[in-house]
């Protein structure tokens, strides 16, 4: 069972940036997407960034041109760089893997518990 550990986060000022790292342990065979969503009361989990172990990329149009997200493989960590932050990017950001289930025949989802980003005055 591959378990999902996040960190970074805070609090940050209007145009700040912060940078949010998530690592993948217990992997028994490669992972094959590794992303971030964003997730603030009332609303559900939306994507954010996600990066796929061949270097795909997607973003949320919100995001775009602001966050970067990146990978290494061998150390099962993606990161996610958040510069000119808004009041609106305001959420616990969550860390998602996707990887194989032992059989080869499906695909696993783990979830990390999350880490809060604010973004205030």
């Known amino acids: 069972q591959v378990k999902v550990v996040e960190s970074g986060g805070g609090l940050v000022q209007p145009g700040g940036s912060l940078r949010l790292s998530c690592t993948a342990s217990?992997?028994?065979?490669?992972?094959?997407?590794m992303g971030w969503y964003r997730q603030d009361p009332g609303n559900q989990r939306a994507l954010v960034a996600s990066?796929?172990?061949?270097?795909?990329?997607r973003y949320a149009d919100s995001v775009k041109g602001r966050f970067t997200i990146s990978n290494d493989n061998a150390q099962n960590t993606v990161v996610l760089q958040m510069n000119s932050l808004k009041p609106e990017d305001t959420a616990v950001y969550l860390c998602?893997?996707?990887?194989?289930?032992?059989?080869?025949?499906?695909?696993?989802?783990?979830w990390g518990q999350g880490t809060q980003v604010t973004v205030s005055s």
């Open positions: 217990e992997v028994t065979a490669p992972i094959y997407v």
């Open positions: 998602q893997a996707i990887y194989p289930s032992p059989s080869g025949t499906d695909y696993l989802t783990a």
């Open positions: 990066i796929s172990t061949t270097g795909n990329t």
